[in-house]
């Protein structure tokens, strides 16, 4: 064999299989792992030999991380260290979540979408969005800075608030036969284009407005292009199993795949609950669904403030939302709503205002509220709960991040033991005070559950991580150790990795994590980030 760019010399190979792992040395050269013998030191055979020899005594080698729901769709082009992820041994992102984000769009959706998730990516205003298309989101992640790549490597989600949004705006009505059309059309051309499927956002304007028909139709489109659909459904609160099986029904009917996004049980309805989810789950499964989810090892979530918003008030879009704040009389409903009715965008539950903690603002002069609950933000100004978010909501923009400290401990353990469990960190990166998850999920993963509560096995976690959101995104050649696959790897000590992240620090990098490699080149070296960026969009179907 010629001469490798690196071998890895005697790591503990986690190959992502799941099954035991083993000493090996490994051979990468030109982006791909051209050798691995096991035991190589032991039988006394010819060791593989490199340009660079990396000696990986005391720690484990495993396939690159892959995140089945990030937010970074627009940090990857802002931030080219972009090591919240990279230093959890994250290789690869799946972007476009919760059915909003920035492709498709026109001129005036763009402004429409960046307005309503400044909460999870920050006003946008800092990058120059000259696509308007899919393929062109795709293609200015393969350029990156400078024609030099990202961070990390990105696969994308057509989604389908932003594709309503273009067909026929913030409307809460079924579309027309020809709206409709017009949406099938978009979303063919997204996964034409190389999109991996299709995301929604349920509880979101104005993806929420769609009923099942209209999401079944869309998920048609999906189907033909062996893609995969990937819900944030209706209800993680009141009506969660209901929301569940909504969306496992429209896959059956769709015949297409399904991804359930940050699958979980929330609010104290759902208090030890998971057992009748995973029934549900299993019998889907045993019935022949092609079903996968992901979940982050955490118990609060994270959104806007804008979104526990009653649909109805959200319709019209941003402006219209803050116009409605602005009228006593319709700001009075929507507090009805919202503390006593449990509106849709709080999933059906009357909102704990001493629950929701808030995490980011866009204005700067706000930023006194940031680690606060809306509770004690209102006992501190001397007013109602309500009016204090009424207030932030307005001076905001409805550009304010919240945490919502609504989860179990046993739903979290119980979910990521699943057959059909995969990772995800639905990190939040803006904000002074973001969700611990966003810089924290893997070496939680490994560590936490792992290492000091043996939830998971090592072998079984890595797979969760790996190997199997790979086949669900339909990747041939990534989430194994394996002759010929991309050398996306990392390596981490088993003994010693864990998140440093906590809701007080939240951006503390890891410990335990000294490299990682993305398409055999060092992005993460000794511990310290690299120069290198070399990911790029990753295309269903390529």
């Known amino acids: ?188 051309d997204g996964l034409h284009e190389g999109a991996v499927g299709l995301s929604s956002g349920l509880t979101y304007a104005p993806g929420m407005y769609a009923d099942r028909e209209e999401l079944t139709e869309l998920c048609r489109v999906v189907a033909e292009f062996g893609g995969y659909y990937c819900p944030h459904h209706r209800s993680y609160g009141a009506g969660a199993l209901d929301a569940y099986r909504e969306v496992i029904g429209i896959a059956q009917d769709a015949g297409c795949a399904l991804h359930l996004a940050h699958a979980t049980l929330n609010f104290a309805e759902n208090k030890g609950r998971s057992g ?64 006593v009715t449990g509106s849709d965008g709080c999933h059906g539950v009357p909102v704990e205002w001493e629950t929701v903690e808030i995490s980011g603002v866009v204005d700067p002069s706000l930023a006194d509220h940031v680690g606060r609950t809306v509770a004690a933000a209102a006992a501190a100004a ?55 998850r966003a810089y924290g999920t893997f070496p939680r993963y490994l560590g936490t559950y792992v290492r000091e509560q043996g939830v998971l096995t090592l072998e079984e976690c890595v797979a969760h991580l790996t190997s199997r959101p790979a086949a669900r995104l339909g990747l041939a050649d990534r989430g194994l150790v394996r002759e010929g696959y991309r050398a996306d790897l990392v390596l981490f000590d088993p003994a010693t990795v864990a998140e440093g992240a906590t809701f007080a620090a939240p951006r503390t990098g890891p410990l335990g994590i000294p490299y990682v490699l993305v398409d055999g080149r060092f992005a993460v070296e000794d511990g310290r980030r690299t120069d290198v960026l070399a990911g790029r969009a990753v295309r269903r179907g390529r």
């Open 382 to 436: 001397g007013t109602s709960a309500w009016e204090t978010a009424r207030r932030l909501l307005l001076a905001d923009r409805l550009g304010t991040a919240i945490l919502q400290h609504v989860g179990h401990e046993e739903n979290v353990r119980a979910l990521m033991r699943h057959r059909a469990h995969t990772g995800g960190s639905d990190g939040i990166l803006r904000g002074a005070k973001p969700h611990p």
């Open 1 to 188: 064999m010629h001469l490798a760019d690196l071998v890895v010399r005697d790591a503990e190979v986690v190959d992502g299989s799941g099954g035991p792992s083993y000493r090996a040395d490994v051979a990468v050269k030109d982006g791909r792992v051209v050798q691995v013998v096991r035991e190589a030191a032991a039988a006394g055979c010819q060791r593989p030999a490199g340009t660079r020899t990396l000696d990986a005594e005391g720690l484990a080698l495993a396939p690159g991380f892959v995140d089945m729901h990030a937010h970074s769709d627009l940090a990857l082009l802002t931030d080219p260290d972009h090591s919240a992820k990279l230093a959890q041994g994250v290789t690869l992102e799946v972007l476009g979540q919760d059915g909003l984000s920035y492709a498709p769009v026109d001129d005036r959706t763009l402004a429409e979408v960046r307005q309503a998730v400044a909460g999870w990516n920050g006003p946008g205003d800092d990058i120059d969005v000259d696509w308007r298309s899919v393929g062109g989101y795709l293609d200015r992640l393969d350029r990156g800075f400078d024609g030099e790549g990202i961070a990390l490597n990105a696969a994308y989600l057509v989604p389908q608030g932003s594709v309503r949004m273009l067909a026929m705006g913030w409307e809460k009505r079924p579309p027309t036969a020809a709206e409709l059309d017009r949406m099938r059309e978009l979303v063919a």
């Open 276 to 339: 009748e989810l995973l029934t549900l789950l299993d019998q889907a499964l045993d019935a022949g669904r092609d079903l996968t989810f992901d979940t982050y090892p955490y118990t609060p979530g994270a959104t806007t403030l804008a979104a526990l918003l009653p649909g109805w008030a959200s319709e019209g879009g941003p402006g219209a939302i803050l116009e409605r704040l602005r009228d006593d009389a319709v700001a009075e409903r929507i507090r009805h709503d919202l503390e």
